[in-house]
Structures are given as structure tokens and as C-alpha cells.
């Protein structure tokens, strides 16, 4: 059984790692820690794990985390670096906050404004990679690494989206468009004036638009690797809705000459069929956020627009399990060496 510690206990990413890991059949949490929330009980936070009522929130700082044999930090952007460095008594951290997920520190700068730390190796497995020799997926950088970048939720649900068609050379990824229907859960539980149940019931209100969302450079830099060139342009815009948890993104891009639908099809479908958190829906079906809240799955549509010389791709997922915590699990049990599936649904919860 590994021990392990989850800090920023009290937020929506921190509860659903604890959701999650709570039904772990080899990971056990033996502590959670806070800022504000510190000594409290955790049941007063997260009233919905009642498995995890004997547990109190402790300080979140180096001395209470390290010597586990694996730390969750679901801390605010730019929080957990300073804590990161200072672990070196614990074989495997996991960040599931944007500290450790860009390579280039240029883009981290102009992005988020602080100084960049050290890229960890980035937690999204059925990314498709190419390599000098070929394709593989990101799930075989994650073998026995030591330090896991979870993904960004919208940066996730756009890589997994269009990659198949980069990887496979049919699509022209530096034309891309993403626009997604977002839950204002994705935002954590900080107090923000758009995110009111006032402001969002009922409509639908746009937000970091005209390139300027964090979440661009990581889905960049997913396209580089599935081998679009340096910086490719991404036209991203998300769009919160008033559902609380879920990610619908559309995506399209431009199809090289004489691509087929079939062949469209074909790649997409070859992309994913070994995969069991990412399914691709039979022709003329669509996905629904509904579908997937509580599991660890995306669920994609593939078609053509023939007229306008573009694939279209529907994808959906639940931001805090595939998207944040869900994904950071998977990643674990990938880098210690059991099966990738342990304490993750593919079922989503019926309406």
C-alpha cells in the first residue's frame, strides 16, 4: 500500500483526488493539508467524503509532506513549486496546478508572469508523440517517472481532440479553432464575480478571449509534439456554462487535399482503439457532457465539413476527474507499474 498526502485539500481538485484515491485499492490517503483551512476537520470542507471524516486538514508545508511515498499538490497556479523543490524524501509528486507543465520558459513568462520552474514529465497517456524512430504515447514517458505534470483541463480535452490528425500528417494544425463550453468548476472555489450563480444561470458568458488563456501554450505544445511546427496558431476560446462540472470542446481544423472521410475516420478511430478512457463515437453520434461526469473517460465525434475543407471534432469530458484529477491518477499508476485502470471509472453518473 503506498502512503500518500494530498495538499489543497479543501478545493474542487483536491476533493476529487481524495473522491478517487478513497476507493484506491493500493493507495492510501494518510494526510491532507491546507492554507485557510487548516485544522479544520476535512469533513467540513469536503462533506461528501464521509470515508475520509477522521481526517484534519494540516499545514501545507514541506515538513508535513515529504516521506510520503506520494504527494498531490492541487494548489493554486504558481503555489506549489516552492514546496516542490523541497521533497527529497518522496519517490513520486504528482502537481496537478500549471507549475511544472510547460518546457519552454519563455512561454511560462509571457503566459503567467513569474519565473519558470523545472517542465515534469506531463500526465495525459494516450497523447500521441512523434519520434524520430515513430509514434508512441505519452503513457510510455510516464513509466517509472518520479515527477507527473497533470494536465490542464482544457488544454487536455483540445490535445486529445485534434493530435490524431497531426500525428497522421492530414490535418493543418497551424490553422486550429477551439471553442469549448466550460463548468465555472474548472476556475477552483476562489471567489470570482463572473462565476456567481447570479452571473452564469441562464446564460452563457465568454472569457479570456482573443489569445490570452493560460491554457494555450500547453495545447501548443501538445500540437509540437504530435508534430506541428514551433507555435502553431490556435485560435481558443472557452465559453463557461451553467453546468457545474464538464468541458464540451469543438475543435476544428483544415484537411490536407484529398484526405477522405473514411480516412478521417480510420485515423482517429486507429488513434484510440487501444485505449480505455478514450473512445471515439460511431459516425453520426454525438457526445454529451452528461455522458461522462464522474469517469475518467472523453468521449469524441469525428466528421468532415466537406465545404469548408475542415474536420470537426466534439469532444467531452469532466473537467475534475479526465481533466485534472482523474488524469493525475491514471499517470500515477502508470509510473508505478499497475494497471493503468486501478480506482478509475470509465461509467459516467446517469442523469
Given at each position: 500500500m503506498f502512503r500518500a498526502a494530498v495538499a489543497g485539500a479543501s478545493g474542487y481538485a483536491g476533493g476529487e483526488l481524495l473522491r478517487i484515491l478513497a476507493d484506491h485499492p493500493r493507495i492510501e490517503i494518510v494526510t491532507v493539508t491546507g492554507h485557510s483551512s487548516a485544522g479544520d476537520p476535512l469533513i467540513k470542507h469536503q462533506p461528501h467524503l464521509r470515508s475520509l471524516a477522521h481526517l484534519q486538514i494540516q499545514e501545507t508545508s514541506a515538513e508535513v509532506l515529504d516521506g510520503h511515498d506520494i504527494?498531490?499538490?492541487?494548489?493554486?497556479?504558481?503555489?506549489?513549486?516552492?514546496?516542490?523543490?523541497?521533497?527529497?524524501?518522496?519517490?513520486?509528486?504528482?502537481?496537478?496546478?500549471?507549475?511544472?507543465?510547460?518546457?519552454?520558459?519563455?512561454?511560462?513568462?509571457?503566459?503567467?508572469?513569474?519565473?519558470?520552474?523545472?517542465?515534469?514529465?506531463?500526465?495525459?497517456?494516450?497523447?500521441?508523440?512523434?519520434?524520430?524512430?515513430?509514434?508512441?504515447?505519452?503513457?510510455?514517458?510516464?513509466?517509472?517517472?518520479?515527477?507527473?505534470?497533470?494536465?490542464?483541463?482544457?488544454?487536455?480535452?483540445?490535445a486529445l481532440a485534434i493530435t490524431p490528425g497531426v500525428a497522421a500528417g492530414i490535418v493543418d494544425p497551424d490553422d486550429t479553432v477551439a471553442t469549448l463550453a466550460v463548468g465555472p468548476s474548472g476556475a477552483g472555489k476562489s471567489a470570482k464575480t463572473e462565476l456567481l450563480a447570479a452571473e452564469i444561470m441562464g446564460s452563457a458568458h465568454p472569457y479570456a478571449v482573443g489569445g490570452v488563456h493560460r491554457h494555450i501554450p500547453e495545447i501548443q505544445q501538445s500540437l509540437e509534439w504530435a508534430g506541428a511546427k514551433p507555435q502553431p496558431r490556435l485560435c481558443f476560446t472557452p465559453v463557461l456554462v451553467p453546468m457545474s462540472r464538464g468541458i464540451l470542446a469543438t475543435v476544428t481544423a483544415p484537411l490536407k487535399p484529398g484526405v477522405s472521410p473514411k480516412r478521417v475516420r480510420e485515423v482517429w478511430e486507429s488513434a484510440y482503439r487501444d485505449d480505455s478512457f478514450v473512445t471515439v463515437l460511431p459516425e453520426g453520434v454525438q457526445p454529451r457532457t452528461a455522458d461522462v461526469v464522474g469517469s475518467n473517460s472523453c468521449v469524441m465525434s469525428v466528421q468532415v465539413d466537406q465545404a469548408a475543407g475542415r474536420v470537426v471534432v466534439v469532444a467531452a469530458i469532466d473537467n475534475l476527474v479526465k481533466g485534472t484529477a482523474g488524469a493525475a491518477v491514471q499517470s500515477v499508476n502508470i509510473a508505478l507499474g499497475i494497471p493503468e485502470t486501478t480506482g478509475l471509472q470509465q461509467n459516467g453518473v446517469a442523469p
Open positions: 504527494v498531490f499538490f492541487a494548489l493554486p497556479h504558481g503555489a506549489s513549486a516552492r514546496l516542490t523543490k523541497q521533497l527529497v524524501k518522496t519517490p513520486l509528486v504528482v502537481d496537478c496546478g500549471a507549475d511544472h507543465r510547460l518546457v519552454s520558459p519563455e512561454a511560462w513568462e509571457r503566459f503567467y508572469g513569474s519565473e519558470h520552474s523545472e517542465p515534469w514529465t506531463y500526465g495525459v497517456p494516450e497523447l500521441l508523440i512523434k519520434t524520430e524512430t515513430g509514434e508512441i504515447k505519452q503513457r510510455e514517458r510516464l513509466r517509472d517517472t518520479k515527477r507527473i505534470a497533470a494536465p490542464g483541463c482544457n488544454a487536455s480535452t483540445v
